[in-house]
């Protein structure tokens, strides 16, 4: 049952919601690379507009009198434009859940990835090829291959590094002045060809990294999701120790049928309490006597299968086995009754508890529309632990249980009372019944 829970490969409505968050989390990675890329070339606009103001007389011989102040912003503003676009579309298509094309995000590794070809064009005819390539411009590429890793595609990295490294050969060959020696090796093309693999080999890189970091993006949001589910599955009330517990189970929780302690709890007048109380006050008491409650079935090892108005119930054995059921339940109603009678000393509103429980075995799953499914457990056993809660008002006591819970655990039962063969309402037979407290 919870196989499919934990394996969304067998679940379409949670691979569906899987993909569409992991979609989310690349489109905000996204986000943060062209936000990073966007300051990087304003740190660049700036230096270029600092260097021309404080240092003229350098720019002008590194550019042998050639340099344009106008010619940085030029290049980089309508970069700058794009990455402007690329942010709103994204903006957008998180808030319509819509992924971005395939072509799109190959365009914009194409755009941002030939910004250091102009530069380099740019640069050329004022520095000469060889002082150019030779600058800063080659060293450009390795910004945009380092800033793949954060789009979590190996493809669009090595297709950052391709890009680069295609480019800087085109101009590093189209650009090379003639040799003064014809047979030299230092412009051959296998020379020229050699240096340009670099790029390649750092987007090849690139792409493992963000493959590496989309694995553990797809790990992370796997284990959110299966808490979500099983969080839903069980209702707001399960511990964290059993959702860990659940987790840390999958694939061996096959199988529908359990053996599980079934408790009902009921509080004991507490309707006709509640028309002498403003709703503010019943709710709030409520939440008290509740918050107190669950936390104990929770420490005890059981899970409150849902609340049932002024009462609620609760399962110990499901949905994960456990031999030492009965004596899990017994415990926690127990302490139940203790910590009621210390939280009703603190309180102008003293309430009184009752508690059924037994033993048995549960058909357990997941019960509802195709919509909304809830865990449950059916059978004869929940119908009898429901009548044994109310049979408190016949004896006037707080705890009982069925013979089935005493013959589970009769050494640590010496103080039960047997009542003897109780009529039990929807039954032919009498069933022997034990008084706790």
Known sequence: MLNALLHQSHHPELSAEFRRALTREIMRTERQRIVVLMATLLLILVFTVGATLLVPQQLERLFHGQFKPWIPFAVVLPVLAFECVALLAIRWRLKTGRDIPVVARYL???????????????????????????????????????????????????????????????????????????????????????????????????????????????????????????????????????????????????GDTHSVAVMFVDIRGFTAAARQRSPRQVVERLDAAFAVLVEIVDRN???????????????????????????????????????????????????????GLHIGDVVAGNIGSPRRKEYTVIGDTVNLAARIEALNKDFGSQLLVSDAVHRSMPDQLADAEPLGEVPIRGYDTPLAMWRLA
């Not at 450009?140 to 590094?161: A, H, K, N, P, Q």
């Not at 009965?326 to 203790?338: T, W, Y």
């Open 301 to 355: 090892g059981g899970i409150v299968n849902k609340f049932l108005g002024d009462g609620f119930l609760a399962l110990f054995g499901a949905p994960l086995e456990d031999a030492q059921a009965s004596q899990r339940a017994v415990a926690a109603a127990r302490e139940m009754l203790i910590a009621m009678e210390r939280e009703n000393t603190n309180s102008d509103w003293p309430l009184r508890i009752g508690i």
């Open 108 to 254: 914009s590794a194409l755009v941002e990835t030939s910004l250091p070809s102009f530069v380099l064009m740019a640069q050329t005819p004022m520095m000469g090829s060889t002082a150019a390539l030779g600058f800063i411009g080659p060293m450009m590429y390795f910004l945009f291959i380092i800033l793949s890793t954060m789009r979590l595609d190996f493809w669009l990295s090595v297709f950052t590094g391709l890009v680069a490294g295609t480019e800087l050969f085109a101009i590093s060959y189209f650009s090379a002045p003639p040799p003064a020696d014809p047979d030299s090796p230092l412009l051959s093309p296998l020379f020229l060809l050699s240096r340009c693999v670099v790029p390649l080999i750092a987007g090849v890189l690139a792409g493992t990294v963000g493959l590496r970091l989309r694995r553990q993006f797809e790990a992370s949001i796997a284990a959110a999701s299966a808490r979500d589910q099983i969080t839903n599955l069980f209702g707001q009330h399960v511990s964290p120790q059993v959702v860990e517990r659940l987790l840390a189970a999958g694939a061996e929780m096959a």
